[in-house]
């Protein structure tokens, strides 16, 4: 495992030493949503003047609405892609028959393949369905959830072959990637441009200590408990629905976020996709 490691991390820091080179981005218009000036209104107005602690700011991203309902689906999500990553292996070797090489090559691939693939998927889609439905950065991932957790589930409870069962994982892990563009601009783009940073730390923070760290224990606590993996591994798919149901919740109850930019005064157009491109100086 030590060769493992040392392969890994090469390539890390070979990107970490090629990232001196890029240049600072220049100072451009901040895209923003019609929600942000909404929820976020007279907050905004203080600009860097009204920057205050770090505490200060963290309370005033999470009294945003639709950045909570946000955070709360990716926490959920990311309770399952984590659950998976790490007992799915286990669940092949012992139900299916894998090996321990094989399992390991298995589920890298699938999480890789599906996540680029998801993620992409999600992004046009979503650009497609923001001109003409409100808030569908909000609704595009919450539908994918759907087939997500019933390919999820299917793979669990379905265990007639081992290629049946992680081509399941694979339709499970696509679509759930999905969520990946939609729900981070959805993130970003409620909040004036002075709580954008924090508001990125805060969500890395937060998916991580609530989402991706207590999700294998928590299987592993229900599977000594039941005495069965599968029982345990049954909280992922759950959790999925649990994620796609707060983003429905945000489509329904919270006013409609809809994207521009600053020069959409100006007559350009902005997109769902613009939103993830650097904006010309």
Request: charged residues 10%; glycine residues 12%.
């Amino acid at each position: 495992w030590r060769v493992a490691l040392l392969l890994l991390a090469c390539p890390n820091a070979l990107g970490l030493a090629s990232l001196m080179r890029v240049p600072e981005p220049s100072d451009g218009p901040c895209p923003t949503s019609t929600a942000a000036s909404s929820d976020a209104g007279g907050r905004a107005g203080g600009g860097a003047a009204a920057a205050g602690s770090t505490a200060a700011d963290f309370r005033r991203i999470l009294a945003t609405p639709h950045y909570l309902a946000a955070i709360v689906g990716k926490i959920c999500i990311n309770f399952a892609i984590a659950g998976f990553s790490d007992w799915y292996g286990s669940f092949l070797q012992r139900y299916l028959g894998a090996s321990v090489a094989a399992t390991g090559i298995t589920v890298g691939g699938i999480t890789a393949l599906a996540g680029i693939g998801g993620t992409a998927l999600g992004a046009k889609t979503a650009n497609r369905f923001e001109r003409c439905v409100p808030s569908a950065a909000f609704l595009v991932p919450a539908a994918f959830t759907v087939p997500a957790a019933a390919m999820a589930m299917l793979a669990l409870n379905w265990r007639d072959g081992l290629a049946r069962a992680n081509l399941l994982l694979f339709g499970a892990q696509f679509c759930l990637w999905t969520h990946s563009g939609p729900i981070h601009t959805v993130s970003l783009s409620v909040l004036p441009p002075e709580l954008r940073t924090p508001s990125n730390a805060l969500w890395m923070l937060l998916v991580q200590l609530l989402g991706e760290v207590p999700s294998p224990p928590v299987v592993g606590a229900i599977s000594d408990a039941a005495g069965s993996l599968v029982t345990g591994m049954q909280t992922l798919w759950m959790s999925m629905l649990l994620g796609g149901g707060v983003w429905l919740l945000g489509f329904c109850l919270l006013s409609p976020v809809r994207f521009k930019a600053d020069s959409d005064a100006a007559g350009a157009k902005a997109t769902f996709s613009s939103l993830l491109q650097p904006h010309p100086p």
